[in-house]
C-alpha cells in the first residue's frame, strides 16, 4: 500500500531481514587497539588477554550489537584499558544481565 507523508511528518519502518548472529555488550567495553581498530579485549583458554576487532550493528539503551566474536566470547568489561594483549589476567566472572 502507497502512503505518503507531508512535510513535518515522521515515520517508523521495520525492515525485515535475514537473521546475523550478534553479541550485545556494553558500549564502555569497547576500546580501540594501537592502530585505531574498534574492538573488544577478550580472554582466551590461556588466561591471557586477546584484541578482537567488531563490527559496531546497532547502538541501543541496552548496549550495543556487535559481530565479529565468536559464539562463546569472555569480554573484559572493567579494566579493559589498563591491559594489553598478550598479558595473563586473573579474570573474575559474571552474568550480564538481559
Not at 14 to 19: K, L, V
Not at 28 to 48: F, Q
Not at 51 to 69: C, E, I, N, S
Not at 88 to 95: G, Q
Request: overall charge negative.
Amino acid at each position: 500500500e502507497l502512503v505518503t507523508l507531508r512535510d513535518g511528518e515522521t515515520a517508523e519502518i521495520a525492515i525485515a531481514s535475514a537473521g546475523r548472529r550478534a553479541h550485545l555488550v556494553p558500549q564502555s567495553a569497547l576500546t580501540l587497539n594501537d592502530e585505531g581498530t574498534l574492538g573488544l579485549r577478550l580472554v582466551d583458554e590461556e588466561n591471557r588477554v586477546r584484541f578482537a576487532q567488531v563490527t559496531l550493528m546497532r547502538d541501543t539503551p541496552a548496549g550495543v550489537w556487535l559481530t565479529g566474536l565468536p559464539e562463546r566470547a569472555d569480554i573484559i568489561v572493567i579494566g579493559q584499558a589498563y591491559v594489553r594483549a598478550g598479558v595473563r589476567v586473573k579474570p573474575s566472572y559474571r552474568e550480564l544481565g538481559q
